[in-house]
C-alpha cells in the first residue's frame, strides 16, 4: 500500500491501530487530536467508556501544552502525535520542538482539596496527566519535549 503524503499516517499504520498525525500550533486543533485519538481507542476496544473520556483529557492537557511551547518559543513546524493500539493498551506521544523544561524542577502540586490548589491558574497539566494516565514519561530538552503516555485495560 501507499503511504499518503505529508500526514504521517499510512493505510498499514491505521490497520495496525497505529495513527500519526502533525497539527499547526493553534489552540483549534486540539479538539481534532482528542477526537482522532478517542476513535482510534474505540476502534480497538482496550478501554472502558470512562478510560476513554479520561484519554480525551490528558491528550488535550499534552496537547495544548505542545502547542503553547511551540507559541512562546515562535516554532511554527507541526506538533506530531502518535497513538498505538494494541495488547490492551492505547500508547500516545506528544512531541513538540518548543525550548524544552525542566520536569524535575516543576513545582509540586497541593492536593486537590487544598484551598492552595484554587490559587493556581495554570501548571495543572500535568498534575492532570500523572493523575490520569496509567503510565506517563516527559522528556525534555533544548530540540523539544515528549510526553509518552499509557492507558492499560
Do not use: W
Not at 490528558?58 to 496537547?63: G, H, K, L, M, N
Request: proline content about 8%; some cysteine.
Amino acid at each position: 500500500m501507499k503511504e499518503l503524503p505529508d500526514r504521517g499516517l499510512s493505510p498499514e499504520a491505521a490497520m495496525n491501530g497505529s495513527i500519526e498525525i502533525e497539527i499547526p500550533a493553534r489552540a483549534d486543533y486540539v479538539s481534532l487530536v482528542r477526537l482522532v485519538v478517542a476513535a482510534a481507542a474505540e476502534l480497538a476496544p482496550s478501554l472502558e467508556p470512562s478510560r476513554i473520556d479520561d484519554l480525551r483529557v490528558v491528550v488535550s492537557e499534552a496537547t495544548t501544552n505542545a502547542i503553547q511551547a511551540h507559541i512562546r518559543s515562535g516554532c511554527t513546524r507541526p506538533v506530531r502525535v502518535c497513538c498505538r493500539c494494541s495488547d490492551g493498551r492505547v500508547s500516545v506521544t506528544v512531541r513538540d520542538q518548543g525550548p524544552g523544561f525542566d520536569v524535575e524542577a516543576l513545582p509540586e502540586m497541593p492536593p486537590p482539596e487544598s484551598p492552595a490548589r484554587l490559587g493556581r491558574e495554570s501548571g495543572m497539566g500535568i498534575s492532570i496527566i500523572r493523575t490520569l494516565a496509567d503510565e506517563s514519561h516527559f522528556r525534555s530538552g533544548p530540540e523539544g519535549t515528549e510526553v509518552h503516555l499509557a492507558f492499560l485495560r
